[in-house]
């Protein structure tokens, strides 16, 4: 039981703080041209932060003329789901009704809590509780930011942008105890950071989850005893 307690405590921390960025979308989506109600629904449908802040940093920038940049870029950013929906399928099981429930609450912040749990059982509680305590939050807070944007002015300055990055490195950084995960992690980072200037939203991304797999395919800085512990 004490096991589940410390499930729930990091699910919840992580819904906690994955949830205050929700203000930041909020206001920034409004800020962007989208109206409360346009920026509820797109909270509720998309549900997925990256690709929600891709789409309104680029219609931002462009108006109704960059709508389809906007798509786009959003649509990159969340092909990475489809990656975490094959990890976590077996994980969560069930029927196929069962899994296409999880598909919503299939997130970056849901699949990290899940698969740093050891026992099979304790990985679906962290998962539901997780996606769904998210869900719920990321869609109050982007209410709220959505109607206190005006008088929050620019959410960066609270810092509310770092909020749910700070809470996903918290879940990787106890990973990082070998040295391919190790080698995995700063390869797809300085990728990611050196093109970010250069190529539009959602490619740098994809590209480094590219070089993550070739250095994990190849075992780079990786010993056959980690892979071994790996599969185990």
């Known amino acids: 039981m004490s096991a589940?307690?410390?499930?729930?405590?990091?699910?919840?921390?992580?819904?906690?703080?994955?949830?205050?960025?929700?203000?930041?979308?909020?206001?920034?989506?409004?800020?962007?041209?989208?109206?409360?109600?346009?920026?509820?629904?797109?909270?509720?449908?998309?549900?997925?932060?990256?690709?929600?802040?891709?789409?309104?940093?680029?219609?931002?920038?462009?108006?109704?003329?960059?709508?389809?940049?906007?798509?786009?870029?959003a649509a990159l950013l969340g092909i990475r789901n489809v990656a975490y929906g094959m990890r976590m399928s077996p994980i969560i099981g069930g029927t196929s009704r069962h899994r296409v429930a999880a598909a919503h609450f299939t997130i970056d912040e849901s699949t990290a809590v899940a698969i740093s749990q050891d026992d099979p059982r304790l990985r679906r509680v962290g998962f539901w509780v997780t996606g769904i305590g998210i869900f719920v939050g990321w869609n109050i807070t982007t209410l709220i930011g959505a109607l206190v944007g005006d008088v929050l002015g620019d959410p960066r300055a609270w810092g509310l942008d770092a909020a749910a990055a700070a809470a996903f490195l918290a879940l990787l950084w106890p990973r990082l105890k070998q040295r391919q995960a190790i080698a995995v992690g700063i390869a797809a980072a300085v990728v990611a950071t050196a093109l970010t200037p250069f190529l539009m939203p959602g490619l740098p991304v994809l590209v480094a989850a590219l070089v993550a797999i070739l250095v994990g395919w190849f075992n780079w800085l990786g010993s056959r005893q980690e892979v071994a512990e790996a599969a185990a």
């Open 4 to 73: 589940e307690r410390e499930v729930w405590r990091e699910a919840l921390g992580v819904v906690l703080a994955t949830s205050a960025y929700g203000i930041s979308f909020g206001a920034l989506a409004v800020a962007s041209g989208l109206d409360v109600w346009q920026t509820c629904v797109l909270s509720l449908l998309m549900f997925t932060g990256g690709s929600q802040f891709a789409f309104v940093g680029v219609f931002a920038a462009g108006g109704m003329a960059a709508l389809p940049s906007a798509i786009a870029s």
